[in-house]
């Protein structure tokens, strides 16, 4: 079984090749524009998704080394995310497999983030069912059952902002680049992560609230800045590397909550700040030390592509969970839909 996967919800094109469960291709095309207006705008994004999406796909098949003929089913992502991106990978996608009369799958992005762990890998393992998902991504932070492929229960999640956003914005404060998070990550390698403490969120038990964290490091930044214009400069690896801490931690609570709740020990973490090297190395610790058994996403799979979306795509073409050509793309979209 050969899928196409098309992956166009917010700013990377992206399409991967699998054979099976196996990786073929996976060809992301970044969007450079928006890094200077510091987010992502809509409009640039759908009008560069039009001018990518022919040649990714056309390289995807290529590294594949397969012809379009060859493919037995397109899948793309349906939602949720900006609908001007949606709408071009969904046009795209029913246009081809009409002319190749072949079979078209939607597929949920959000369920997608957490069934990436399941292409072949040698170096991984991959999740027994049930098993507990923390995905944290751009838009999301939430804590997952999955019980079977398709039968996702939502335990807990953020009522503001998600994680990702958390680290956003901390580094739009510091005046870095969007999007901040990697670079977070990147200056607290070599900071103390106990130089500066944030207050954590009090919100009930699997739930998470990053929105406050966010306004207490502006105030705690404003506050140092007045007494010392260059606070930021000469302290930055520092802030950098208690921030990622504090947002750690939190994460970390919450999944010793649900395992308490659940009695549930295989962890797997999902999302694009599943790329973070603290909350890596941390999830890792737990298995010696709590004996859970994790699930590290390879980081290629973490942020946005389409390989995630191929394999879902996968277990839907064989549960012949095929999509009709009425169906239309849905910027909002729950991981249970
Ligand atoms: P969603 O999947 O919820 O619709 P999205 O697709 O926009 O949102 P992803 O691509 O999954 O989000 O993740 C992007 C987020 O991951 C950004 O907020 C980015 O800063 C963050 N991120 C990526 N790498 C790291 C890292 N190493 N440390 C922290 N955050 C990171
Ligand atoms: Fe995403």
């Known amino acids: 079984i050969y899928i196409l996967g098309i992956e166009s919800s917010c700013d990377d094109t992206s399409a991967s090749v699998l054979k099976n469960n196996e990786i073929l291709s996976n060809v992301t095309a970044n969007q450079e524009v928006h890094s200077k207006y510091g987010g992502v705008v809509p409009e640039l994004a759908s009008r560069a998704h039009q ?22 089913a397109i899948a793309f992502t349906k939602g949720p995310g900006l609908m001007g991106s949606l709408l071009v990978g969904t046009s795209f996608a029913k246009s081809l497999a009409m002319g190749l009369e072949i079979p078209l799958l939607d597929v949920n992005h959000m369920q997608a983030h957490i069934l990436a762990h399941f292409i072949k890998n040698d170096t991984s393992k991959i999740p027994p069912f049930p098993f507990i ?8 932070t939430q804590i997952v059952k999955v019980s079977n492929y398709f039968d996702f229960e939502i335990l807990g999640e953020t009522i503001d902002d998600a994680v990702g956003e958390a680290f956003d ?11 901040g998070g990697p670079l ?14 944030f207050s954590k969120p009090k919100v ?22 007045k007494n010392n214009p260059n606070f930021i400069k000469e302290n930055l690896f520092d802030i950098c590397a208690s921030i990622q801490h504090t947002i ?4 970390m609570d919450k999944l010793k909550n649900t395992v308490k709740q659940t009695q549930i020990k295989h962890i797997a973490i999902a999302g694009g700040v599943s790329a973070n090297s603290e909350i890596r190395k941390r999830l890792q610790l737990t298995e010696k030390h709590f004996g859970w058994t994790t699930y590290i996403p390879k980081f290629e799979y973490t942020t946005d592509n389409a390989a995630m979306i191929a394999i879902t795509g996968y277990y839907k073409y064989i549960n012949k969970h095929y999509s009709n050509v009425s169906v239309t793309a849905k910027a909002r979209l729950k991981v249970t839909e």
């Open 51 to 72: 001018q990518n999406i022919v040649p990714v796909v056309q390289q995807a098949l290529v590294q594949a080394n397969i012809k379009k003929e060859e493919l037995s």
């Open 133 to 140: 998902c923390l995905t944290i991504s751009g838009g999301h």
């Open 169 to 179: 914005k901390s580094a739009k404060i510091l005046g870095l680049p969007y999007p």
């Open 184 to 197: 977070i990550d990147k200056y607290a390698q070599k900071g103390n992560p106990k130089a500066y403490k």
């Open 204 to 225: 009930g038990d699997l739930d998470f609230s990053f929105s406050g964290l966010k306004t207490g490091i502006l105030y705690f930044i404003q506050r140092e800045q």
């Open 248 to 251: 750690s931690e939190i994460l």
